[in-house]
């Protein structure tokens, strides 16, 4: 195997994969940041959840508005749903996988508030399941997805968006949602901020 030929590949397709997607995903990433800045001037919460590097994601996101993204703002209010090991493990334990991100929902879902599901095939129940929950609490869903959206896209309904990435390859949709939570996170800081350029 030629290593730097297979990095070049790499870099390449990573590259194709963004730009097949940037028309497709404009749109979506517009209104989804829109709907950010709705639920955060009107004192609401915007709560994450995935799984493996869409776990990654997720705590990648809220850590951004919590604290700061390329320019200096008070935190706002986000929390990630996959870094409670005790409360992880506890439903797990007593209920199932599956309930994970839900029941967290429900406890800590309110009116107003947004969830941020990301996953690269659509089909994690824990996510599905999250996305119900959302729904019987009046939470409006921003779910992350690619490949055909997976049953998560199913799930949609209402004041919901999808961003999905038009791939196959679950590395090179990774990559896009990392792009599309940083393009969230400066849209939010710009809108709020009232930066124009």
């Known amino acids: 195997m030629d290593m730097q030929a297979r990095i070049r590949l790499n870099f390449e397709q990573s590259i194709r994969t963004k730009q097949d997607a940037l028309d497709a995903l404009i749109e979506p990433i517009a209104r989804a940041a829109g709907t950010?800045?709705?639920a955060l001037l009107s004192n609401h919460k915007i709560m994450s959840c995935g799984n493996g590097g869409s776990a990654g994601d997720a705590q990648h996101f809220s850590s951004e508005m919590l604290n700061r993204f390329e320019m200096e703002r008070p935190g706002l209010p986000?929390?990630?749903l996959t870094t409670d090991s005790s409360t992880l493990t506890s439903i797990a334990n007593d209920y199932a996988y599956e309930e994970i991100f839900s029941?967290?929902?429900r406890a800590?879902?309110?009116s107003?508030?947004?969830?941020?599901?990301i996953?690269?095939?659509g089909n994690s129940d824990n996510l599905i399941r999250a996305i119900e929950a959302a729904h019987e609490r009046d939470v409006t869903v921003i779910a992350l997805t690619g490949r055909d959206g997976g049953r998560m896209a199913d799930a949609l309904k209402g004041?919901?968006?999808e961003i999905r990435v038009p791939g196959a390859s679950t590395a090179r949709i990774?990559?896009?949602h990392l792009l599309c939570i940083h393009c969230l996170c400066d849209l939010v800081d710009r809108r709020l901020l009232g930066v124009e350029d």
């Open 119 to 121: 996953s690269t095939s």
């Open 112 to 117: 107003g508030d947004l969830l941020l599901a």
């Open 36 to 38: 950010m800045v709705e």
């Open 159 to 161: 004041r919901d968006i």
């Open 78 to 80: 986000a929390v990630a």
């Open 108 to 110: 800590l879902g309110q």
């Open 103 to 105: 029941k967290q929902v």
């Open 174 to 176: 990774q990559e896009v």
